[in-house]
């Protein structure tokens, strides 16, 4: 079957650094994509990855292992709006979107 | 650029009712997806389409109906609602089926 495993919760402090693992099982691979949810919103888009390798996009960096089905999110400099669910999310040989639960991210100050 | 927008926002029905979610996109994008989201669960893909007049079902399906008469709009229809049916819907659209999806505002269903 296809499935997206990630953290439910995790805890960091403003101004830190946190890294929000993923790994994959899919029918085909077409891209790795992370998405922020802030409470109460939308999924908006962060990142896709379908090489291996680091994708640096400001604070925050995805990375992409295709032999391990693994990635992470990486987010540097924590700020208090960074406080919300991280979304993995799997492109499978039909196109289609697999998504994990979600990564409840807290930021204390 | 309005993006993604869904009507209504909120909505409370009875066990039984009828009602249609509105999707209405201005990207000129080709492909919609209806999602819904749970707690503790991933975006579950109920229906999608990939041009005006085509549809196709999703992981969940049943108990459900769409229709993309209009390439901007895709209209998602409860015929008979049931509790299980309460939770967070939100529409997504993409250029192509690689692309990044850009995702409406959502519509949070209660089904009594």
């Known amino acids: 079957g296809q499935n997206i495993d990630q953290p439910t919760e995790m805890t960091a402090t403003e101004g830190a650094i946190v890294q929000i693992n993923c790994t994959y099982q899919?029918?085909?691979?077409?891209?790795l994509f992370w998405y922020q949810q802030h409470a109460g919103e939308a999924p908006t888009f962060l990142s896709y990855?379908?090489l291996d390798g680091l994708e640096e996009k400001g604070r925050f960096s995805s990375f992409l292992s295709r032999s391990k089905g693994y990635s992470y999110l990486l987010l540097k400099e924590l700020q208090m709006k960074d406080s919300a669910s991280y979304l993995c999310a799997a492109m499978d040989s039909n196109y289609q979107l697999i998504w994990g639960a979600g990564t409840k991210l807290i930021i204390k100050p | 650029n309005a993006g993604v927008t869904q009507t209504p926002k909120f909505r409370v029905l009875k066990t039984g009712q009828s009602m249609t979610l509105l999707c209405a996109q201005d990207?000129?994008?080709?492909?919609m997806y209806w999602y819904r989201q749970d707690p503790g669960m991933g975006l579950r893909l109920i229906h999608y389409s990939v041009g005006e007049g085509t549809t196709a079902k999703g992981e969940v399906p049943d108990g459900y109906n769409v229709s993309r008469l209009k390439k901007q709009n895709f209209l998602l229809g409860l015929e008979s609602a049931a509790p299980s049916q309460t939770s967070v819907y939100f529409c997504?659209?993409?250029?192509?089926?690689?692309?990044?999806?850009?995702f409406g505002p959502g519509t949070r269903l209660l089904v009594l």
């Open positions: 990855n379908v």
């Open positions: 990207m000129n994008h080709e492909y």
């Open positions: 997504a659209s993409q250029t192509t089926e690689q692309e990044t999806q850009y």
């Open positions: 899919t029918s085909g691979f077409n891209g």
